[in-house]
């Protein structure tokens, strides 16, 4: 088949937003090295009018952030009748609700690390010491703080003491009125991502990550704070159990195309999922491209075939 022209959406008005300008030149610059012919283009008031004129034959949404993520960008392709490249709008909105992704995948069998989901408005209510104390008293300490919503560790905090959750509260507020507090978990920390380019999903190597402290929006982005181990440093029993976890996230969520599943590989054994994403980074030190690369993947070649995959994926019911 021929290849479509390429249109990516990338930018926006999220936090996230630097994110996915740079997630974007990268994958226009791969794909055009593979001999596809792609423009980049921002999400402004122009957006419209462009694909109305355009009429791409694929996009490739690389978004951060709500509108990027939350499945309002897809519901507006699908409605101007253009093939895209990821999820469809309701598995995106599923998966954009960390809370929600968690009980769909802990209702499939899957480990996730116990958590409440707090609106801002339940501290002025029922006032913020006494909710705190009830925190700390029902799921100890340490915990992870962070927004119920959004990426790249924007608004999260691991908390080792009581004195520090006021303070991880503020911080997650800024971020988002509604908060996901859960029960920290020790063990490897691992990214696994899935791709699909026709012959179901399958998960790439898994990139272990170890940082000199939390793996904050600076520890993703900024070379030197992070130590990456492409693939990561597993036994092969637990290479295919993590990379199971992945693909079975993959599929209970209805994701398309590619995702990203971040857990912790705990003592026993057990994958613990944390969050998932259906819209990866796809900057020079995200996970995704070091998963492919650690699988042999020329990343110009793969990305040629996930949009291929993606346009004779077109007829399907999106998800």
């Given amino acids: ?64 952030g709500a509108s990027g993520e939350d499945g309002s960008i897809r519901d507006v392709l699908e409605l101007l009748g253009l093939p895209y490249l990821g999820s469809g709008p309701r598995a995106s909105r599923v998966t954009w609700s960390k809370p929600v992704a968690k009980t769909v995948l802990a209702a499939a069998g899957l480990d996730t690390p116990r958590f409440v989901t707090l609106p801002q408005s339940l501290f002025r209510e029922l006032g913020a010491g006494r909710v705190l104390d009830a925190v700390l008293g029902g799921l100890g300490l340490p915990l992870v703080v962070k927004p119920s919503r959004g990426g790249s560790a924007l608004g999260v905090t691991v908390v080792r003491s009581a004195e520090d959750l006021p303070r991880a509260m503020v911080d ?23 791709v699909d380019t026709g012959e179901g999903p399958r998960a790439l ?30 036994s092969q029993d637990d290479a295919a159990r993590v990379g199971a976890a992945a693909v079975r996230v993959h599929e209970a969520l209805g994701l398309r195309h590619l995702s990203r ?23 020079e030190t995200s996970l995704l491209p070091q998963a492919a690369l650690a699988a042999g993947h020329d990343l110009g070649t ?12 077109q007829s399907l019911t999106p998800a």
Avoid: K
């Fill in 1 to 64: 088949m021929s290849t479509p022209n390429v249109l990516v959406l990338a930018g926006g008005l999220s936090h996230e937003r630097d994110v996915s300008l740079r997630s974007g030149r990268r994958v226009a610059e791969a794909l055009r090295g593979a001999g596809v012919e792609v423009s980049v283009h921002d999400v402004d008031a122009d957006l419209i009018p462009v694909l109305e004129q355009v009429r791409p034959g694929l996009v490739w949404p690389l978004l951060h």
């Fill in 172 to 194: 997650c507020f800024a971020y988002g009125d509604t908060a996901l507090i859960e029960q920290a978990v020790t063990g490897v920390e691992l990214a696994v991502s899935v």
């Fill in 205 to 234: 190597p898994a990139v272990e990550l170890v940082t000199d402290g939390p793996y904050d929006y600076d520890a993703r982005y900024n070379p030197g704070r992070t130590e990456y181990f492409a693939p990561a440093r597993l």
């Fill in 261 to 283: 599943t971040d857990l912790i590989l705990d003592a026993d054994g057990r994958p613990q999922l944390l969050d998932v994403n259906t819209a990866p980074g796809m900057t």
């Fill in 302 to 313: 793969l990305y040629r075939s996930l949009v291929e995959h993606a346009v004779q994926d």
